[in-house]
Each structure stands twice: as C-alpha cells, then as structure tokens.
C-alpha cells in the first residue's frame, strides 16, 4: 500500500479543466482508474505520476502531497493544462425516494456546470460568428438551468455535495485540452455539443419523472422546462449541419 491508495474526490484549481464536480480517482498500488459514473479510463502510477493509458495516452498528472490529500498539475504531452486537488471521499449512503431526488437534481447541477465549461471551449474554438452566438445564447441558458436547480436543491435544505455522479462529462474533460490544438473544429465541436444536448435532454427526462414520484410537482416542472430549451438548442444544431460540414471541410483544406 502507498501514499496514493485509496478512492479520492477531484476539485479543480485552475486552468482548462472542467469543475469536475463527480469525478473521483481510484488508486490501488501501481494501478488506478479515473471515473465519473460508469465511465472510466486507466492509468499506471509511477511515482507521484498517473500516466493514462488508451485512448488517453500522453496525459500525466503530476502529484505532490499537501495538508488533507494532493495537488496536482494535469499534463498533456509535457504542457500543463490546468491544476486540481485530491481529498479522501467520503461516502454517503442513500436509501428513500427523498434522498433520491436529491441525487438526481445534484446530478443535475453537476452535469450543467461541467456544459458551462464545455461552452467555453467550444466558444474559443469556433470562428464562425452565427455559431459563437449561438453558443453564447446556450451558456446564458445553461446559467439559468443550473441556478433553478440550486433553488430546488435549497428547497429541499440541500445543496451541491460536490461529489455525485454525472455521466457523460469524462469525454468533454478529455478533449477540452485537444480542442486548443485540433484542426476540424467546426465539425467536431457541433457533434460533441449535439451529443451533450441528447445526453442533458435524457437527464432530465429522468429526473423529472423521480420528481413526479416523489410528489415535487416545482421540481418536475423546473426539468420540463430547462428539458424544453434543450430540444429547442438541439433543434437549432440539427439547422445547421449543412454549414458544420462546410466549415470543417474549409478548415481541412478541401475545396467546397
């Protein structure tokens, strides 16, 4: 056993990453896994290094100890990226239909804050003004979704645990530092956002019926709602694939 071992929470500090708000680190001897949710990647420890193994080969992160767990600096192909923090978790058992709720309007607030972030690689990496503003109008709505979630959270004399499960967000942590330096970025960026719209309209097809069950008729509605705006951001994607395609054809160098 070392140091390292053991299942640590992952708050960011600093630079590209996401808040990272469900994810955690699960280490054991010369071996771990990064996960949120379901989903996870590998990676080896050597030393105070995790190094990622497929299809995240050349991500490090670099740890050094501090006061209640680790600092780290994550690392891609040698150039820092952004920084986060290691803690122990803290598990926390779950048991009614309150408690449920709970977890999924959590969840929730977790996956729209990670969106937001995504946004913002997205905004940074398009150059075409029709579709910054588009994604513009989406962040403003993300913000509200996220703060009517937070009122429903309070409602309920909760607030964001920090450490829940959100599914989906790994990819959009992945790519974030490749999106600076990828070419097609018009195409890809419309396919990651559409996916991410289909992944949020899921949620809260989900939590709105967990809300119904529970009797939370302000919650239910709060999903219905963000939900509709969801479909209508990927209604708008689904009216612009002709210039997605274009764009990323333009940005390969092939004549349109």
Known sequence: MTELDGTWNVERTGGFLPPLLAMR?????????????????????VGNELRYRRPLQGFVDVLE?????WNGRALF?????????????????MGSLQDELIKHIDEAIAMEENVKRMLDG??????????????EHHKVETEQHS???RR?????GSSPSMVRE??????????????MVRNEKAGRNARDGYATEHMEIASYQLLERIATRAGDVETAEVARQNRSE?????????EHWDLFAEQSLREEGVAV
């Open 25 to 45: 680190k699960r280490i054991r001897g010369a071996h771990g896994r990064t996960t949120l949710g379901r989903v996870g990647v590998s990676f080896s420890v």
């Open 147 to 149: 703060l009517r979630l």
């Open 77 to 93: 192909q040698g150039r820092e990226y952004g920084r986060f923090r290691l803690t122990p978790v803290k598990e926390v058992r």
């Open 65 to 69: 100890p501090t006061v209640g767990g």
């Open 230 to 238: 969801e479909e209508a951001m990927a209604r708008k994607l689904d």
């Open 152 to 156: 429903r959270l309070e409602a309920h």
């Open 122 to 135: 997205m905004i940074q990496t398009s150059q075409d003004a029709q579709v910054i503003d588009l994604l």
């Open 166 to 179: 959100a599914t989906g967000i790994l990819g959009a942590l992945a790519k974030l530092p490749l999106d």
